[in-house]
């Protein structure tokens, strides 16, 4: 099967990616089952569906007519049966590997041979995923980020026994409904940018608890520094700017110095253990209570949709 053979994809989840992976799917034009394990879930799932769709269409991202062309092709239930009319599939439900092991062998064994499956995780291996499936080479992990309607990132990664045309045919799909794939060759955990992203997380911790900046601090000169060049500014092109001669010099000088730990921060262990959870408890790095989380969410997603209509443009 190639990618123009995708037709009709089925996103299993209606929690918080599944909603926004099928408003990608539609808008694209295509055929879309959003399915869920209950009446209930279902419903929440819609509603996800229609308030991402509303955003986009109240911020002039997408027309009237786009909208509303884009609800006509989705389809909701909860009947996991639907997955037999389907080219692609994109599990997106409750990140534990025997439930997701599990659910890779009931959609085995009602879906065709033909029919792709992916898994949207954040972390798991897609090798370890498909690991009781028949046929794993047609498995595949599809990170999409987080808002998924949103974000343009969908990470592609090649499990150990997944096919090349698997990975090439899931990768052209995603071009095909204007996300920005990037494929990773091999299965490790936290595919690519998730172990960028947690380094950053190391590092940025490491210094509040060094006492060497406030969490305030470490987030403005992401935010105000490297953060902001970064759509257009990648790392590796910035050593190729300064010179890799340069770029070799100050990793000699700082490396030494950063955080190296294999372990989890004790500061973050400390928090955990205190019942500081974040902004679901009112208290984390911040204390939310004189914060708004939802207003935080608001200016995230009021960039991001600025910077989704420049890829429409």
Known sequence: MTTDAIEQVAVLGTGQMGPG???????AGVKTQLIGRSADSVARGVAGYEAALAFLAEHEAVTTDEAAAARSRLIAGADLRAVGEVDLIVESIVEHLPTKQEMMVTLEG????????????SGL??????????????????????PAHLMP??????????????????????????????????DLPGQVCNRLFQAVIREAIDLVEQGIASPEGVETAIKAGMGLRFPVW????????????????????????????????RLLNDLVAEGHLGAKTGRGFYDWAT????????TRDLFLVERFKARRA
């Open 21 to 27: 992976i099928a408003v990608a799917t539609t808008l």
């Open 110 to 121: 009602l879906c065709g041979v033909q029919t792709f499956i992916s898994s949207n995780t």
């Open 125 to 146: 291996r897609i090798t370890d995923i498909a690991a009781q499936m028949t046929h794993p080479e047609r498995a595949v992990t599809t990170h999409f980020w987080n």
């Open 153 to 186: 990132l969908v990470e592609v990664i090649q499990g150990e026994r997944t096919a090349d045309a698997t990975v090439d045919s899931v990768y052209a799909f995603c071009r095909r409904i204007g996300k920005e794939p990037v494929v990773g060759r091999k």
């Open 234 to 265: 990648g790392p590796l092109e910035h050593l190729d700017a300064v010179g890799l001669d340069l770029g070799l010099k100050v990793q000699a000088t700082v490396l030494p110095s950063l955080c190296r730990s294999a372990e989890p921060a």
């Open 291 to 298: 914060r708004s989380m939802d207003e935080l969410k608001q």
